[in-house]
């Protein structure tokens, strides 16, 4: 079945770094995925709509200059939590939806953990 | 964005015993979905129910849809000890929106050996 791989998985790093996280889908390509952000014992809230070739759509609140993404190819989405505190440690998960006819569900990463010191 | 409300928040049973739980949303909706989480990894898709639908099968599981409500019900029968983990409801608009998942916030689910 359809696959979504996220790396890293962890990340621990000191204030001020930048992290990157990819998001791939293995074997199929998606125009479209989806970034959220899960705090401990709560729920995912989507940060943005990350679309192949053009920009992406961010949830009102969300920084745009904090949480750069690119979705440069079809199989490809990075997160680039820019300058992180110690407030950006969260659960980054990405998810992608296979193509097909009709609806399709979303296949979801296994998540990063981002720990900010 | 709007989140979802699920109840309970936790649930603690045995194996063998049945496990329902509830998710109420605000919008209107084109489906609505339930997702598992095990413990620090991603969401594994359980089932999905169309709005145009008022109840669906999937072995175990079993959801009701009630729109004039804006209310879902999963219910697993059977429990195993391999069911612990959190289970969400996710809601998907149609038009434009489609693709983009507002989350309810979750049911722990524990199930004792």
């Known amino acids: 079945g359809a696959v979504v791989s996220q790396h890293p998985s962890w990340v621990i790093c000191k204030s001020g770094t930048s992290v990157k996280i990819e998001c791939r889908s293995l074997d199929f390509q998606a125009t479209t995925m989806f970034w959220y952000r899960q705090f401990p014992k709560q729920s995912l809230m989507l940060m943005a709509t990350s679309n192949e070739g053009s920009k992406a759509t961010y949830e009102q609140g969300v920084e745009k200059d904090k949480f750069l993404i690119n979705h440069a190819s079809l199989t490809l989405s990075t997160l680039t939590v820019t300058s992180a505190h110690p407030e950006d440690s969260s659960f980054y998960i990405c998810?992608?939806?296979?193509?097909?006819?009709?609806?399709?569900?979303?296949?979801f990463g296994d998540g990063t953990r981002l720990s900010i010191l | 964005s709007q989140q979802g409300e699920e109840d309970p928040q936790a649930l603690s049973i045995q194996e063998g015993e049945n496990a329902t739980m509830n998710c109420s949303y605000k919008?209107?909706?084109?489906?609505l979905q339930w997702y598992r989480q095990n413990s620090g990894r991603g969401l594994v898709h359980l089932i999905l129910?169309?709005?145009?639908?008022r109840e669906k099968h999937s072995g175990r599981l079993r959801v009701t849809l009630d729109t004039s409500k804006k209310s879902s019900s999963l219910l697993i029968t059977a429990s195993r000890a391999a069911d612990t983990a959190s289970y969400f409801c996710a809601t998907e608009p149609g038009g434009t929106s489609y693709g983009k998942l507002t989350f309810g916030q979750g049911t722990i689910l524990t199930v004792h050996p």
């Open positions: 129910i169309r709005s145009n639908e």
């Open positions: 998810s992608a939806r296979a193509p097909g006819q009709g609806w399709q569900p979303q296949h």
């Open positions: 919008t209107s909706i084109n489906n």
